[in-house]
């Protein structure tokens, strides 16, 4: 590598970091044709070339399904951890104790995060563990050929299954009522919209919830359903528009919104995200407002989108644990195994 | 009367929630202070306050301290257990009660002994009214001491361990138990044998539970990422290393090496260890049978993907929820193929609490070079009874990481490396920790199909030879785990297989069967699965072997048929499972039913006693003394399980 990093635009094929979009590639999907999942997978690849991050320093994980096979093709280079189904979460938060300088990187599905690893979603929320959570929304279970999800909407219809009962799980909900830090929702569809709201994520320090809402081409697709292409181009309702600048530019975030304004909103890492309210006064640090808007969105069938909520004065779980500053798994037997001085006392003190 | 001395049982019969566990702890550390070998046990309910529960003490002079079922000395506290109390204690026993429980006296073949707690309690002013009751427990203490000879200096010293040398409770618990022993020299006669005696055989001894000796021993080991839920016995295991930690692995600016998570069920507890140990952390996760059980799915990951964790499980009895406060060795076969598909585990089996802490720290050298799950198998009497034991030797070799690249290995393997490649022949591949910043260096984990880099593969071929890998990784480990542990005795030809906390019993029914049935056994107390060759050498030799343990269904044995058909005919399992420690008597007693011998015939155990008796006579007085006692301790048991 060179002395200095090679200026953004310098040559069209490398980052700041030095990289091309070849190093954030993965292996071809194996998913459908026309999968929103793999438009997702494109815009992740898209986020950390933009962002420059390098991809060691990146951890991907997740359940069992078909978004959970994704991982699969991003970040060739990044360690990566397929795990159980409904337990990526536990996975991931073991893992990121080892080196707490890594970034995680979580897709899962609704079947995944909704069903049978509600449990985890709702513990991984309130744990604040350091890692973007993907939710490839589909309220379909894609893998074992169409059955309801805990996200699909009543009275939807698929063959074999009949009619669906239940009313939905919303999983920007669950995550707000679990004290996440960072919520969001996109559409596969909306590219530009998924890739900033990664970009976001990305730069957020704890927890950060995107629900994407991410069409079956194969099992859940009708023009009617809620997570099918056609409803979701017509229902679309974003919050605001948001866009992500690089982190050379301080921006510093006003308090209130008035109509119309614009907000900036100063992640962690020093970059901004610009939020363009769409909404009379729509402020994403409000829980109040956050469930509001959701609740409305659930009322009149709207898909919200963007950032719904956002709390970055929250320190993230290995900081929480005043951890050594030297990476876990880089520490030694000097620094694991106490002196025989000390097993001469605590032997010492069983005798008294 | 003849005294009997440094040779009897005390067993206190209170109210769940009482606080008499810091009046019974006293009394076995006194006796441990005063040189006598003791062992405690709480035999409690799974409950908080209010049902009936007992301690039972055994001071043996010749160091026998198995779990006695026969009762000398019973101290009653509470009215519901009462008349199953009084009913318990052995012809000639001592029989202390508090005097305001009014219930009929039936027996005149015991020292019956009434207490006034209350009156003495009451009658000093130093004692807060809201403390009466839990001090009061210390007045049965100062009774005991006074009948029995404790030593007054020894109690305090152990009032001065338990409270951490607090001096507001020591002396308010002082007082009270002096004012019992005052109370019971100016008013009771020794009407009992039972007395302590000063000795020198727990010099240099320490005493601790084994969930403490597996937390330091896991520290010792270096342990670096806990997580676990809350399950009885093995709680305490996650709340000494809370104790611990802090004051061992934090270092001088309060930042930590290790992080413990309370997590939300067991899933999440393997689960996160899982997580941890794949990325390069020393982890484990504790938990008991039906932890085990919810863990199962990722116990099956880990042997898969090759995740190196700790599993500490301290067995308690039964399926599903069973008796949560009672032991039990039941987890055996469940751990040893746990997981569906075909798998196989690393268990080891500590005998008592020095080995608690020494397959601590061996646990996770085992796991890292293997690089799979290993399940530590307790129970919930070595777990959280008091144990006497040599100290915990200082680990004699250093931390084994097993086999690692960082960057610099792969770069001079010029990236040239696959995760599940066996280079070494010893079925074992190299793996790498996330963090590593070569951009080589990743690798993608999965719990399906893999081949040797990792991909993702169904081949038939590619999963038969992965597999046949993790088989050859059993037999690797057979030079890493513990052997098992000899003892011999001249002439023996049959031999006792056990395993885990039932080493004591099998002691003292070895001597038993010995000089009171000349049957001479030798005994192999198995300490690890896999197999050893010393297990093979040892069916081979002879030509009987008794296989001891606590589950119904005899589970070593049931291991041991598969892996040695060969010998399987020479196999009997004595196998006893009812939730209480193991003592000598079953083991005995199961071993005279199944024995076969030309010159003992022996058909049921009751003939065995009658022939034993004349036998005996013949022998020396305390054989003739130990026989005796074990004879009534089997009416005692049967009255007490009515």
């Known amino acids: ?352 | 009367m003849n005294k009997i001395i440094n040779d009897f049982s005390i067993t206190v019969g209170t109210v769940n929630g009482s606080g008499s566990s810091t009046a019974n702890n006293t009394i076995m550390r006194t006796i441990f202070k005063m040189g006598i070998p003791v062992s405690g046990k709480n035999l409690f309910p799974s409950n908080i306050q209010g049902l009936p529960t007992w301690y039972t003490i055994r001071a043996n002079k010749d160091g026998f301290i198995a779990h006695h079922e026969h009762r000398d000395i019973v101290i009653a506290m509470n009215p519901a257990s009462f008349a199953r109390d009084l009913a318990s204690v052995i012809p000639g026993g001592a029989f202390f009660y508090a005097d305001d429980i009014k219930q009929p006296i039936t027996r005149t073949d015991i020292a019956i002994y009434p207490m006034p707690i209350k009156t003495i309690v009451r009658s000093d002013p130093n004692i807060p009214t809201n403390f009466r009751d839990l001090v009061g427990n210390m007045v049965y203490v100062g009774v005991l001491a006074q009948m029995i000879n404790l030593d007054m200096d020894k109690i305090l010293s152990a009032l001065t361990f338990h409270f951490k040398g607090k001096q507001k409770p020591i002396d308010m618990n002082f007082t009270a138990l002096k004012a019992g022993a005052e109370w019971a020299k100016a008013n009771l006669e020794k009407k009992d044998p039972f007395y302590v005696e000063p000795m020198n055989k727990t010099d240099g001894m320490i005493m601790t539970d084994g969930n403490t000796a597996a937390a330091l021993g896991t520290i010792f080991g270096g342990v670096q990422f806990v997580g676990w839920y809350p399950i009885t016995p093995a709680t305490s295991v996650a709340e000494e290393l809370n104790e611990y930690l802090p004051q061992l692995r934090t270092r001088e600016d309060g930042k930590n090496t290790y992080a413990v998570v309370q997590v939300e069920d067991e899933l999440a507890a393997l689960g996160m260890t899982i997580g941890a140990g794949w990325a390069g952390l020393r982890a484990m996760t504790s938990t008991s049978g039906p932890g085990l059980s919810l863990m199962t799915e990722f116990a099956g990951l880990a042997y898969y993907a090759e995740v190196p964790v700790v599993i500490w499980d301290v067995q308690r009895i039964g399926p599903s929820t069973g008796l949560p406060t009672r032991t039990s060795q039941g987890d055996l076969t469940f751990a040893y193929f746990i997981g569906h598909g075909d798998s196989q585990s690393i268990i080891l089996l500590p005998g008592d609490v020095y080995e608690c802490f020494e397959f601590g720290w061996k646990s996770f050298d085992i796991a890292e070079r293997i690089q799979t799950p290993v399940f530590v198998l307790s129970d919930l009497d070595m777990g959280m009874n008091q144990w006497i034991s040599k100290p915990f030797q200082y680990p004699d070799t250093p931390l084994d990481r097993g086999k690692v690249l960082f960057e610099k290995d792969i770069e001079e393997l010029k990236g040239n490396w696959g995760r599940y490649l066996d280079k070494d022949g010893d079925g074992i591949g190299y793996r790498t920790f996330p963090g590593n910043k070569h951009p080589l260096s990743s690798y993608f984990t999965r719990g399906t199909g893999h081949d040797e880099y990792a991909k993702y593969s169904e081949e038939a071929s590619v999963y038969m030879e992965n597999m046949d890998r993790l088989k050859k990784k059993q037999e690797t480990a057979k030079q890493y785990v513990p052997t098992p542990v000899l003892h011999t005795m001249k002439g023996a030809t049959a031999g006792i297989i056990a395993y885990g906390s039932t080493e004591a019993a099998v002691f003292e029914a070895q001597h038993q069967l010995n000089t009171e049935h000349g049957i001479k056994t030798d005994f192999l107390r198995i300490r690890a699965l896999p197999f050893t060759k010393e297990v093979d050498a040892f069916l081979a030799k002879h030509d009987q072997i008794f296989i001891v343990e606590m589950n119904r269904d005899g589970q070593m044995n049931q291991i041991l048929k598969t892996e040695y058909a060969q010998f399987a005919s020479k196999f009997k399992s004595v196998a006893f499972g009812d939730g209480l420690p193991a003592s000598a008597k079953w083991v005995r007693e199961g071993i005279l039913t199944k024995y076969e011998s030309k010159k003992v015939v022996v058909k049921k155990a009751a003939p065995a006693k009658k022939s034993a008796v004349k036998k005996a006579v013949a022998q020396k007085t305390s054989a003739k003394k130990t026989l005796k006692k074990a004879v009534t301790g089997k009416m005692v048991k049967k009255a007490n399980r009515k």
Request: with cysteine; proline share 4%.
């Open chain 1, 1 to 352: 590598m060179t002395e200095t990093l090679p200026m953004a635009g310098a040559t069209a094929n490398v980052n700041f970091a030095g990289l091309s979009k070849n190093d954030y590639r993965g292996a071809p999907s194996t998913l459908c044709q026309g999968c929103g999942h793999n438009s997702i997978s494109n815009q992740i690849i898209g986020a950390l070339y933009e962002m420059n991050i390098v991809p060691e320093n990146v951890v991907k994980f997740s359940g069992i399904g078909c978004s959970s096979k994704s991982p699969t093709y991003f970040l060739n280079r990044s360690f990566g951890f397929n795990s159980l189904h409904g337990r990526m979460p536990s996975i991931a938060t073991g893992a990121l104790f080892a080196d707490h300088t890594l970034k995680g990187i979580g897709v899962s599905g609704d079947g995944d995060s909704a069903s049978i690893g509600m449990g985890q979603f709702k513990h991984v929320m309130r744990r604040n563990v350091n890692m973007v959570y993907i939710i490839e929304n589909n309220g379909v279970y894609g893998l074992t050929k169409g059955q309801f999800s805990a996200t699909a909407e009543r009275g939807l219809e698929l063959k074999k299954q009949g009619k669906n009962l239940y009313l939905p799980v919303d999983i920007c909900m669950e995550a707000l009522v679990s004290n996440a830090t960072f919520i969001a929702r996109s559409f596969a569809g909306n590219p530009k919209q998924v890739k900033e709201l990664l970009k976001t994520a990305l730069a957020h320090n704890g927890i950060a919830v995107l629900d994407i809402i991410s069409p079956c081409v194969t099992f859940n697709n009708q023009d009617n359903a809620y997570h099918s292409y056609a409803w979701g181009k017509d229902h679309e309702q974003p919050l605001h528009e948001i866009s992500y600048i690089a982190p050379r530019n301080e921006i510093i975030l006003e308090k209130e919104m008035e109509e119309g304004e614009i907000r900036e909103v100063a992640m962690h890492d020093g970059s901004v995200v610009i939020l363009k309210n769409l909404e009379k006064g729509y402020d994403p640090s409000n829980r109040f407002e956050a469930l509001r808007v959701m609740e409305e969105a659930q009322q009149n069938d709207w898909l919200i989108t963007g950032l719904l909520y956002l709390d970055d004065t929250k320190p993230n779980l290995t900081e929480m644990y005043d951890l050594v500053d030297t990476p876990l798994n880089r520490l030694t037997e000097a620094d694991l195994r106490p002196g025989r001085a000390s097993l001469d006392k605590i032997n010492a003190s069983m005798m008294l």
